[in-house]
């Protein structure tokens, strides 16, 4: 995977610093507004794409209802963000030891009534996510829509983060977080910084 030059608007030492400190970080105004209008429409555009997440191998899950599509080289706009994450890697890489040597991506789709229980990305150690990223790709969004990011910290202090347009949430893939119950169409590419190689 590429390595590229990280946006301006990411400040990576404000970011080490609050995973340092928290577990989480927040990079609000991540893209362009150029950039982020074609995120967008290879997103919506490729809707019909996506599947029930809650369905894998066959096994229905209780505790999600949202619809995803892996990201793969073809859907070159998305694959951007991607490899702005890859660079971040690197520099987590070098102030954690965390070894990220990959990423790995989706769309997720959360429509209205759909929501993903507590749950961790990463329990106990038994894969190689190491960092969660989520991307809010919407052009708009009411806090009265729903949708949140709830998450404890590495500090066991619990917080509600709204899933503002152009806004990044980054977060140790150990750490316990929801997608609280959504009243309104919600899209994000939700990724995960892992320190192994993983082929979709």
């Not at 301006?8 to 989480?24: R, T």
């Amino acid at each position: 995977m590429e390595a590229v030059l990280l946006p301006k608007s990411w400040n990576v030492d404000q970011i080490l610093d609050d995973l340092d400190q928290h577990g989480f970080a927040i990079i609000d105004d991540a893209y362009s507004d150029d950039y982020v209008h074609q995120l967008i429409e290879e997103c919506t555009s490729n809707l019909n794409r996506f599947r029930e997440a809650a369905i894998q191998n066959g096994v229905i899950s209780k505790i999600r209802s949202d619809h995803i599509l892996w990201l793969h080289p073809e859907l070159h706009i998305s694959n951007r963000h991607v490899q702005s994450l890859f660079s971040l890697g690197h520099e987590l890489n070098r102030a954690f030891y965390l070894g990220i040597r990959d990423v790995e991506a989706h769309f997720a789709c959360y429509n209205a009534g759909e929501f993903y229980a507590l749950h961790r990305d990463n329990p106990q150690g038994k894969n190689g996510r190491m960092i969660s990223a989520v991307y809010y790709l919407h052009e708009d969004w009411q806090d009265s829509w729903g949708g949140e990011l709830h998450l404890q910290d590495k500090n066991n202090i619990w917080h509600v983060l709204q899933p503002k347009p152009n806004r990044i949430a980054l977060f140790q893939s150990d750490l316990l977080h929801e997608v609280l119950k959504a009243k309104h169409q919600r899209l994000s590419i939700t990724a995960w910084l892992r320190s192994d190689s993983t082929i979709l």
